[in-house]
């Protein structure tokens, strides 16, 4: 086991950068806006604005690798390593995701973008948390004060978990309940000391994650917010993602259930059947669905970095024309003839596109709409309280709770197959109606992979469109390589000690 290089200076330097240095630095709040970490510990408001700067870097050109344009990047390559989505011709993420060559890969920028992007979130999250404390030893604060001082620690332990819920998940073997998780996980960094660590077992990780979780949601309570930051429904909702990765499914439920009932108590509502067609890209205004998302401004395209550049079907660019993003003919079928989401593929390929030059197929991508054919513009949902009723239906569903399970399964079809009737499932088919309903209502949005990875399943891609010559694989059991990303090579090759993270 190693230690890592020198890519931790590298990290603290972005956190570090002067308020007049470029747009492009790592605590902008606007595009033309940042702050130092001098200038930020000295008040609560400029520790506001350097969380801002990392709620917008959640969409960013950091990486300096097309397609990989923060979280929404990660989203999409998500999705290619799974057995949902499929496309043809078109080479971006092909060789690294969709076959499967930068999981296997510790040298791949694909891989160590990933681990690099998620702990700068994490160390930037702890800057803050260090200069909070500092600041909350040298004065007293009014009771406005304390609030905000709550809100922010509140938001930064969720990016802290967060982080770390999504590395476990990629770089270390599930956590299967009932047993010890000795499994070696990551390292779950308390601080923003740039020194070398071992890594915690995958069950320290998770009790950290739920440590940090379970302290937000109560310093959350309350908190009115923009859309783009964490809040106290999103709090609950992570809470909820991670206990159903335990199986801890009581657990799951109950929390994905307050997700839902501060979300509904704010005015929010799952996506009704006639906003199903909005594309996606203005969900943020258009529909009361979302929980948390990046609100990308018109002016503020992050180019071929976007995640619309890619899983559009209406922008003019040859990721689209020669690659539109498709269903799995398989997971389509899994529709019923009267479920509105049909409209979100086309199933014969020959619906008009912005250009004769598109390449047409079956199943192609309706779900996403670019705002403009000419820039790659749009929001993009992180939570949306449509996932809330979909954990709560499959946590209760498999925690033997059919009766909740069909609540919160039926309330959510409501505004999807209004001909939906109950098929009389329970138990483990009705978690298996549940998933089938999880693999429509999230297509494209970044979960399939993690799925097949919590409930050990294999990523089944035979008997539909995928086409093996150019996808690498149609069948992968959880025995093969590739569901655990290798470390990135830069980060061990520092000496023999252990391996640690930045």
Request: net charge negative; proline share 2%; hydrophobic share 40%.
């Amino acid at each position: 086991m190693k230690h890592i290089k020198n890519i931790t200076l590298g990290i603290l330097t972005l956190a570090m950068l002067s308020a007049t240095s470029c747009s492009g630095d790592y605590l902008d709040t606007t595009p033309t806006e940042s702050v130092s970490s001098t200038t930020m510990a000295t008040s609560l408001d400029n520790l506001y604005l350097a969380l801002n700067g990392i709620h917008r870097k959640m969409v960013s050109q950091d990486l300096e690798i097309q397609a990989m344009g923060g979280e929404p990047g990660f989203m999409l390559s998500r999705e290619a390593l799974g057995d949902d989505f499929t496309w043809s011709t078109n080479t971006w993420l092909q060789a690294s995701h969709l076959a499967w060559g930068a999981n296997t890969n510790a040298s791949s920028v694909y891989n160590a973008g990933v681990w690099k992007t998620y702990y700068q979130f994490i160390l930037n999250a702890n800057l803050i948390l260090e200069n909070l404390e500092t600041l909350e030893a040298s004065k007293e604060f009014s009771d406005s004060e304390q609030e905000l001082y709550n809100h922010i620690k509140g938001e930064c332990l969720c990016i802290r978990a967060w982080s770390h819920f999504q590395l476990v998940q990629y770089y270390a073997k599930s956590y299967v309940t009932g047993t010890t998780n000795t499994q070696l996980g990551v390292p779950y960094r308390l601080s923003s000391a740039t020194v070398n660590m071992a890594r915690n077992t995958v069950e320290e990780v998770y009790t950290n994650i739920n440590t940090d979780l379970d302290e937000a949601i109560t310093l959350l309570a309350d908190y009115d917010a923009n859309l783009n930051h964490y809040t106290e429904k999103v709090a609950y909702g992570l809470k909820a993602r991670v206990a159903l990765t335990q199986q801890n499914y009581s657990v799951a439920a109950a929390n994905a259930v307050e997700a839902i009932n501060v979300a509904e108590l704010e005015g929010l509502n799952i996506m009704t059947a006639d906003q199903l067609t909005s594309g996606f890209a203005d969900i943020t205004t258009d529909t009361e669905d979302a929980m948390y998302a990046a609100m990308t401004q018109d002016d503020q395209t992050v180019y071929f970095y976007s995640f619309y550049a890619y899983m559009s079907w209406n922008f003019n660019a040859s990721a689209i024309r020669t690659g539109v993003k498709c269903i799995s003919q398989s997971t389509y079928d899994l529709m019923s003839s009267t479920d509105l989401r049909r409209q979100w593929w086309d199933p014969t390929g020959t619906a008009t596109v912005p250009s004769t030059s598109y390449t047409k197929r079956a199943y192609q991508n309706r779900k996403f709409t670019a705002r403009s054919t000419a820039d790659a513009v749009g929001d993009v949902a992180f939570m949306r309280l449509s996932e809330m009723y979909l954990i709560a239906a499959e946590a209760y569903a498999r925690a033997g709770e059919d009766a909740n399970a069909k609540q919160y399964l039926q309330t959510f079809l409501a505004e999807r197959d209004p001909s939906y009737t109950d098929l009389g499932n329970t138990g483990d088919a009705l978690a298996e109606e549940v998933m089938n309903h999880r693999r429509i209502e999230l297509w494209g949005e970044g979960f399939r992979w993690f799925d097949l990875k919590r409930l050990n399943l294999p990523c089944e891609r035979t008997g539909s469109n995928f086409n093996i010559a150019f996808c690498g694989f149609l069948s992968k059991t959880q025995d093969e390589d590739g569901w655990i990303y290798e470390i990135p090579k830069a980060e061990t090759d520092y000496n023999d000690l252990m391996v640690t993270n930045y």
